[in-house]
């Protein structure tokens, strides 16, 4: 029963239905497909479908229903409408047990040879209906090699700096996991990224106090940001579809753990991330000092529920410390490679970390802490006494903070000087080259200098951008500038 309980779990997190009766009626289906009684199981995912003809899910558990009751010919039919409305997961076809009594009929075999053709056709088709949905406001750009498509409201120079950012994080992905289709026949979903309008972000995602997320089951990713949130969210499509290819659900911590990794980086002369310590490693830190860290075996073994709402920023900061930590000890492959071929005997990952470090899991949890305590401690927020540009700033729309008050109303020197000066509404892009996309770039970057220095600030002012040199003042926190 594990094929369908998954694609039951699945359909439970983006199928918008009220959720008693959509619980009573897949887990009515699931005991019915656990003791054999197919017709049972047939019936009820049929009342499903006719509720819900869109639904994916329910088509497809449908088709595996009449698989097993030995309907074959309105089994392949049924699949092959799961696939017409939306249902791309082919690895998951290819691999389901509740499919076997179709896989030699012709239709099935059809779907396994035209494998990539029945992925760009799903694509193509949504691609459409998306443009037609956001229309002119949006730029359309597809990145086949990734197989990766963008609706991105955004400034020209923003897509192509959003494209860089994708081509970055899947060169790093490389270095942990096969984030690539390894058999040309059979490739990876597309996955839509969208890079919306604040409007659309709050339409689509509902949510302030998130940067973005990755759809799974819908292959859609939003991200409010052009940084932090779409690379971790990108991380994220990366490792689902390896974990898809694999037929692995990995432990939250690792999900979160690694894609928090490209969060906060800085980019080498030839374009390759550097990762970089940021405020969740400074969270870790304290944590580290009051000792208060989690043991790896607790935070290995939490469920994801509990991960999302105990203390979620101290979880995601322990899970990209540790992930941090593995890889300044030069093991991260290593350990994921280890982890991928113990999966079925260390599902949380745990006991990979001391095979993988080279030491007795009784000594894993007192490196970690000692290597934590010695970390670097960044900017995370403005401090009194730090260097500032001296400015009210905020979030930004995403291509970087921007400039939200009248610099004239400062004293004469803050914020450049003459018409070298930072004005409001402009978006701060880089300081000395190095990108700030949000608040959180700009801390840990601004942490890193004294005041009095001087730095060269890149800034977007309309449609033009401009550079020039700004001394750091002594951030006020009575105006918070």
Not at 34 to 42: I, K, N, S, T
Not at 50 to 55: H, S
Not at 463 to 472: G, I, K, M
Request: with cysteine; aromatic share 8%; proline share 5%.
């Amino acid at each position: 029963m594990i094929g369908l309980r998954w694609m039951l779990a699945a359909a439970a997190m983006v199928v918008a239905i009220p959720g008693a009766a959509r619980g009573d009626a897949t887990e009515d289906a699931a005991a019915a497909m656990e003791r054999g009684d197919y017709a049972l199981a047939v019936r009820i995912f049929e009342h499903e479908v006719d509720v819900r003809p869109t639904d994916k899910f329910a088509v497809y558990n449908l088709a595996c229903a009449r698989a097993m009751n030995g309907e074959t010919d309105a089994a392949a039919e049924t699949l092959l409408n799961a696939l017409s409305i939306g249902f791309v997961d082919l690895f998951h076809v290819e691999r389901d047990a509740h499919l076997a009594p179709i896989r030699g009929d012709r239709r099935f075999r059809a779907i396994m040879e035209q494998w990539n053709r029945l992925l760009d056709a799903r694509f193509d088709a949504e691609a459409a209906a998306m443009e037609k949905t956001f229309g002119e406001e949006y730029l359309f750009q597809r990145v086949p090699e990734l197989r990766v498509g963008f609706a991105a409201a955004v400034d020209p120079r923003d897509l192509d700096a959003a494209l860089e950012e994708a081509e970055r994080v899947w060169v790093f992905a490389e270095t942990i996991l096969p984030a690539k289709a390894p058999d040309p026949d059979r490739q990876d979903p597309w996955v839509h990224v969208i890079l919306p309008t604040p409007r659309d972000f709050m339409r689509l995602v509902g949510a302030v106090h998130i940067g973005g997320y990755y759809d799974r089951d819908d292959k859609r990713l939003v991200s409010r940001d052009l940084g932090p949130s779409l690379r971790h969210e990108l991380f994220h499509v990366a490792h689902w579809r390896h974990m898809d290819r694999i037929g692995q659900h990995h432990a939250i911590w690792i999900q979160e753990g690694l894609a928090a990794l490209v969060e906060d980086v800085d980019i080498d002369a030839d374009g390759t991330m550097i990762l970089r310590p940021s405020w969740r490693t400074n969270i870790a830190k304290r944590l580290a000092v009051g000792n208060r860290l989690l043991p790896m075996e607790q935070l290995a073994s939490m469920e994801r529920d509990r991960f999302a709402s105990t203390r979620p920023r101290a979880m995601y900061a322990q899970a990209r410390t540790w992930m941090l930590f593995l890889h300044d000890r030069g093991v991260l492959k290593k350990w994921y490679a280890m982890y991928v071929d113990g999966f079925e005997e260390d599902p949380t990952g745990a006991r990979s970390v001391a095979l993988a470090l080279g030491i007795e899991p009784d000594r894993v949890d007192r490196e970690f802490r000692a290597w934590v305590r010695e970390l670097e401690t960044v900017g995370d927020i403005a401090r009194p006494g730090s260097a500032s540009l001296g400015l009210a700033l905020s979030q930004g729309t995403g291509a970087g903070p921007r400039v939200d008050e009248l610099v004239g109303t400062r004293p004469t020197g803050v914020g450049g000087e003459g018409e070298n000066r930072l004005r409001y509404r402009d978006v701060i892009l880089s300081i000395d080259d190095r990108p700030v996309r949000t608040l959180d770039d700009l801390h840990r970057v601004m942490g890193e200098y004294e005041v009095g220095d001087r730095v060269r600030v890149r800034v977007r002012r309309g449609t033009a951008e401009r550079e020039f040199e700004v001394s750091l003042v002594e951030y006020d926190p009575d105006t918070g500038r």
